[in-house]
Nanobody
Framework: QVQLRESGPGLVEPSQTLSLTCTVS??????????WGWIRQPPGKGLEWIAD???????YYSPSLQSRTFISRDTSKNQFSLQLRSVTPEDTAVYYC??????????WGQGTQVTVSS
């Protein structure tokens, strides 16, 4: 059973960098054909895809967030991470780490609330 767990600060000040880490258990992030990514849901809005990193290390970003986003991984720890720079209150959301396969996401973390506020 694959499990994903997000970690990171729940409060970030405007203009700072939001950093989140996803720890994966029950499966390797280097196993072929899987993607690992981040999705967020702002309050009262729908889900928004942010970025993926595939098992081969290739990365893909949402065009609307690409200029501020960086996704990386630490294969020795079976973790992947998100950095979102220059945050504003509009980046306030529940952030989920997910596993993708065949153009869908089959495993989700429980989500972590991130609030951007001074």
């Amino acid at each position: 059973q694959v499990q994903l767990r997000e970690s990171g600060p729940g409060l970030v000040e405007p203009s700072q960098t939001l950093s989140l880490t996803c720890t994966v258990s029950g499966g390797s992030i280097t196993t072929s054909f899987y993607a690992w990514g981040w999705i967020r849901q702002p309050p009262g809005k729908g889900l928004e895809w942010i970025a993926d990193i595939h098992s081969d290390g290739y990365t893909y970003y949402s065009p609307s967030l690409q200029s501020r986003t960086f996704i990386s991984r630490d294969t020795s720890k079976n973790q992947f991470s998100l950095q979102l720079r220059s945050v504003t209150p509009e980046d306030t959301a529940v952030y989920y780490c997910v596993r993708g396969v065949n153009w869908s996401y089959d495993y989700w973390g429980q989500g972590t609330q991130v609030t951007v506020s001074s």
